[in-house]
Structures are given as C-alpha cells and as structure tokens.
C-alpha cells in the first residue's frame, strides 16, 4: 500500500521524529522528566500523529526500525539533561523480540545515557497476550537498570493481577480517570482508588492528561508523585523541549 511504503521510507531516511512532553513533579513546578513520542514529519502532508502510523509500523514489522530510532533520538536528547529521565513508549512486538535487551543496551552504550534515567513504557497487552515472554523481557530490561512504566493504567482487563505478577517500577494512570473528575464525586473516588493501588504496591505513580489547576490540587492531593498533560506542557520539538526544561516547564 502507499502509506506502508511511504512509512518505509520515512523511517528509512530520518522523517521519523520525536517530540518530548514535559513530566512534572507533584509540586507541579518542576520538570522531572519527559516522555518521548513519535511524530511523523511528513514532506508534503505535515505533522501525522502516531495513532495513524504506529499501527501500520505495527502491521508491517516496521515497528522496530522504527521503535529503534525513536528510542536513540530520546536517548541522544536527555543526556543533555542529567537530572531528567525520559519515558520511550515500546510496542508489544518489540518487547516479545529476544533482541530487544540487546538494542536497549547497545542505545544506552551509544549514547552513554545512564540506564536509570530510562522508562520504558509499556500496556498490559503484552502481559494478556504472552505473559510468559513478557517477564523474560521486562526482567532482562530492568537487569539492565533500564526502569518500566505501566502506560494507560485502569483501561484494560485484569491490571491489577498483573501488578502483583510483574515487577514494574511506575503506573501512569490513564488521561481518561483525570477528565472525568469534571463529572462528579464518583469519578472523584475511582481516581483515588486507582491511585492508592499504585502507592500500596510501592509504585511511582504519573497521571496523564491533567489539563486544569483544580485537577492538578485534586491529584497532588491524592498523592500523585509525577503529573503529566498539557496544563504544563504539550509535546514539543527537542529544541523547543530543552528551552522549556531550562525555563522550569
Ligand atoms: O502523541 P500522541 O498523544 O498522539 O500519541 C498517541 C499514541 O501513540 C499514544 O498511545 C502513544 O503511547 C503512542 N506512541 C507515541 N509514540 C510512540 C512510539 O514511539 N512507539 C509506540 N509504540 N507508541 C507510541
Ligand atoms: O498512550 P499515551 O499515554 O502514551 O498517550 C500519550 C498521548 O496523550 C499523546 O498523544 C499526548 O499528545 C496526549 N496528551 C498528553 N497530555 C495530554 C492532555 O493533557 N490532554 C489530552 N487530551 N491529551 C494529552
Ligand atoms: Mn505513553
Ligand atoms: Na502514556
């Protein structure tokens, strides 16, 4: 198909970019971190998002040259920044592949980023479809002193057996809990309980998505460690990224 060739190309030649979006401590002061997202800089059409490309990548096996460069640029990015860690959002093909502790490896010898200040992001995908390859990998990964970061938490099926089952360092609760608190107490209380399932386990907790100074008082509160969204800062061009970290958000 055109786009899948058009794809091919632009991981090929570098159209692939990666746009950063600032992590906030509680206080909400402070940058702490960032996460790395795929951007397609396309010649003609412009900016496309990565829910119109990632799946095809995913589709074609493109996923992991891909995956590869995404994961070098955000490296190659924070070492200029040595108190930040970056958050890289890893599909479920390239976890299940045995070389991918490998490739981490050898991305952090490149660019000599230091292994803890990288958070890969992973869904409970991976853990519902191969449970068996996941742990191999996640624990191959963090052996490597590389952190793992549980994406879109409280969305999918059975989140919270997986927990207890494998060893993850952070939960970032989904967008979807944080803009539902405009509708009331219930949602109030289900955000809460989300998030204190994360604290009881010993988990970082990031919330996602937080867009209003009300929803931020309400997460600080309920003893969120990291805040995410674009009340502090959209995703943004690595230049653009730095001036904001410099800037304190
Ligand atoms: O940037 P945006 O909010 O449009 O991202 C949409 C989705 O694409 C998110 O779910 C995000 O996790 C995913 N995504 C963004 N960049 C990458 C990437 O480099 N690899 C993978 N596998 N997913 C990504
Ligand atoms: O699935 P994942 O958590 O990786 O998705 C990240 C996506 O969330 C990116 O596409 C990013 O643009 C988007 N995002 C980040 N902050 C906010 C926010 O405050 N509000 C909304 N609606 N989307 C956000
Ligand atoms: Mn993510
Ligand atoms: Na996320």
């Not at 057996?161 to 539902?180: A, E, G, M, N, Q």
């Not at 209380?189 to 009300?214: D, P, Q, S």
Request: net charge negative.
């Amino acid at each position: 198909r055109f786009f899948e060739r058009e794809l091919r190309g632009a991981v090929l030649t570098g159209e692939i970019d990666v746009h950063l979006q600032p992590i906030m401590a509680a206080d909400g002061r402070r940058v702490v971190g960032v996460e790395a997202l795929a951007r397609w800089n396309h010649s003609y059409r412009g900016l496309i998002m990565p829910g119109e490309f990632i799946p095809v990548a995913e589709d074609t096996g493109l996923i992991h040259q891909l995956g590869a460069t995404v994961l070098k640029r955000a490296c190659q990015a924070a070492v200029a920044w040595p108190d930040l860690f970056v958050t890289v959002n890893v599909s479920p093909l390239q976890m299940r592949r045995g070389d991918f502790p490998a490739l981490v490896q050898s991305v952090l010898n490149e660019t000599g980023l230091s292994p803890g200040r990288l958070v890969l992001e992973i869904t409970e995908g991976i853990m519902i479809d191969d449970p068996e390859k996941a742990l191999v990998a996640i624990r191959a990964v963090r052996s490597l002193g590389v952190k793992i970061a549980l994406d879109d938490f409280g969305t999918g099926f059975s989140s919270l057996s997986y927990l207890r089952k494998f060893p993850i360092d952070k939960l970032k609760v989904d967008r979807s809990f944080v803009r539902d608190l405009d509708m009331g107490a219930e949602a109030g209380a289900i955000l809460l309980c989300v998030i204190n399932v994360g604290r009881a386990l010993g988990l970082e907790v990031i919330a996602e998505g937080v867009e209003t100074e009300e929803q931020a008082t309400f997460l600080r509160n309920a003893g969120c460690d990291q805040m995410q969204g674009f009340l502090f800062g959209r995703p943004m061009e690595i230049g653009e990224a730095g001036r904001a970290i410099r800037r304190g958000r």
